[in-house]
């Protein structure tokens, strides 16, 4: 009976062991996947790299009857709207920046100006890609930004808080996104336009 009873919390003691080693494992997996998304979030990089990703205009470019390279000069030629307290949020929704003013111009008047090819009213499946000189990139579809409220709220900026934006020259927003910090693309380089086949 005695070793029956011994032999039984033997037991016992051997299932906690294992329960317990594999609570570590799950914890180091699940720590170790944080430390990975936390260093491709926050790369930090020296004065001269980053540096090296701003541009001093984008281009606008794909299927558009008149490719265009934007300067902050030439935007500010453009109709300018004044952005008030715009948020920008991260995935978790922490609040990365908060901007009392900016100041930018609607993506739909640019892509106006640039003209979308289209072929007869029913061509307008396209897509726009707004990249930065990372490889960071954010999409839109033809119809949220002409046929939808996203149009009136997609700006490229190039001052914030009376300040020239930081991280490059200019920053493709969209204000009424739910995470804005998707769709917030500094380092901006190109907007490019497709048809989707
Ligand atoms: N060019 C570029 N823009 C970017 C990113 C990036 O890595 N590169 N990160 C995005 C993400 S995930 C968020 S939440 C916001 C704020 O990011 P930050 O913490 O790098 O400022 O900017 C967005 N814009
Ligand atoms: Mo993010």
Known sequence: ???????????????????????????????????????SEHKILSPADSLKLVNHQIEIKGEVEFPLQLSVDSLRKMKVATISNFKITSKSGEIKKDDKTSKG?????????????????????????????????????????????TGENTYILFEENGKPVKNGEMILICKNDIKTGSRHVYWLKSIEVYRVH
Request: net charge positive; charged share 30%; glycine share 2%.
């Open 1 to 39: 009976m005695k070793t029956k009873n011994y032999i039984f919390v033997l037991f016992i003691a051997f299932i906690c062991t294992m329960c317990n080693s594999s609570k570590k494992e799950d914890k180091a997996v699940i720590e170790k996947s944080a430390t990975i998304e936390k260093e």
């Open 105 to 149: 111009v609607l993506l739909k008047d640019i892509l106006e100006k640039a003209k979308i090819i289209q072929k007869g009213h029913k061509d307008r499946n396209f897509y726009i890609v707004a990249k930065a000189s990372d490889g960071y990139m954010a999409t839109f579809s033809w119809a949220e930004i002409f046929n939808n409220p």
